[in-house]
């Protein structure tokens, strides 16, 4: 990947500040309930500067999906695996935690605008949670831990699909349980058929 020089460092930086602020308000108050200005307060930035890397607030949403992807590749990264199937259970409970935080009123709100507008960065193969649970997958397979007839890209799929329609079912249900808990039951039994015996 090519190293970006120290402007794109800064915009980079300041598009991720202003994506926070953003998430602050919208989880406090609902997206609906906060303007490009009240946004641009919290950051301290001018609402020229806002327009400069958003075209919306709504496109915060996707740069709110980036950042929790951050967070997971960051914690997840650094850490030690017995196994790939341990990678992929890892995977979940980072990204589902970061959600649980985030809280349900919020992820209503992502989802709301994702049904509205056709998703773009939510369900895309590149994201770091797609790319890292399709690798594990393929290295378990490799090393045998997983049966060799798996399809590695198939079964990451799957697997996010499972994370997606429990975050929705968490969000029904007002957070009512343990998202993280629940995602690990159930990938547990998708991959569970997978592994070798």
Same mark, same amino acid.
């Given at each position: $990947? #090519?190293?970006?020089?120290?402007?794109?460092?800064?915009? =980079?930086? @300041?598009?991720?500040?202003?994506?926070?602020?953003? $998430? *602050?308000? +919208?989880?406090?108050?609902?997206?609906?309930? +906060?303007?490009? @200005?009240? +946004?641009?307060?919290?950051?301290?930035?001018?609402?020229?500067?806002?327009?400069?890397? /958003?075209?919306?607030?709504?496109?915060?949403?996707?740069?709110?999906? $980036?950042?929790?992807? =951050? =967070?997971?590749?960051?914690?997840?990264?650094?850490?030690?695996?017995?196994?790939?199937?341990?990678?992929?259970?890892?995977? /979940?409970?980072?990204?589902?935690?970061?959600?649980?935080?985030?809280?349900?009123?919020? $992820?209503?709100?992502?989802?709301?605008?994702?049904?509205?507008?056709?998703?773009?960065?939510?369900?895309?193969?590149?994201?770091?949670?797609?790319?890292?649970?399709? #690798? !594990? +997958?393929? *290295?378990?397979?490799?090393?045998?831990? &997983?049966?060799? !007839?798996?399809?590695?890209?198939?079964?990451?799929?799957?697997?996010?699909?499972?994370?997606?329609?429990?975050? &929705?079912?968490?969000?029904?249900? *007002?957070?009512?349980? !343990?998202? !993280?808990?629940? @995602?690990?039951?159930?990938?547990?039994?998708?991959?569970?058929? /997978?592994?070798?015996?």
């Amino acid at each position: $990947m #090519k190293q970006l020089n120290k402007r794109q460092r800064q915009a =980079l930086a @300041t598009k991720l500040k202003i994506t926070e602020k953003a $998430m *602050e308000l +919208i989880k406090t108050y609902g997206l609906d309930s +906060i303007k490009v @200005t009240d +946004i641009c307060e919290s950051a301290n930035i001018s609402v020229g500067a806002f327009y400069h890397y /958003f075209n919306s607030k709504q496109d915060l949403i996707e740069n709110a999906y $980036m950042k929790i992807d =951050l =967070l997971v590749e960051k914690n997840v990264e650094g850490l030690q695996y017995d196994s790939s199937y341990d990678k992929v259970i890892e995977i /979940f409970r980072q990204a589902m935690n970061n959600i649980e935080e985030l809280g349900y009123k919020f $992820m209503s709100d992502i989802f709301k605008h994702i049904v509205i507008h056709p998703p773009k960065y939510s369900i895309l193969g590149t994201r770091y949670p797609y790319n890292a649970i399709r #690798k !594990s +997958i393929e *290295e378990g397979i490799k090393s045998g831990e &997983f049966i060799p !007839s798996t399809n590695a890209a198939e079964l990451s799929h799957d697997c996010m699909r499972i994370g997606r329609g429990l975050i &929705f079912d968490w969000c029904l249900y *007002e957070g009512s349980y !343990s998202l !993280s808990q629940e @995602t690990e039951r159930l990938v547990r039994i998708l991959l569970n058929d /997978f592994v070798n015996k």
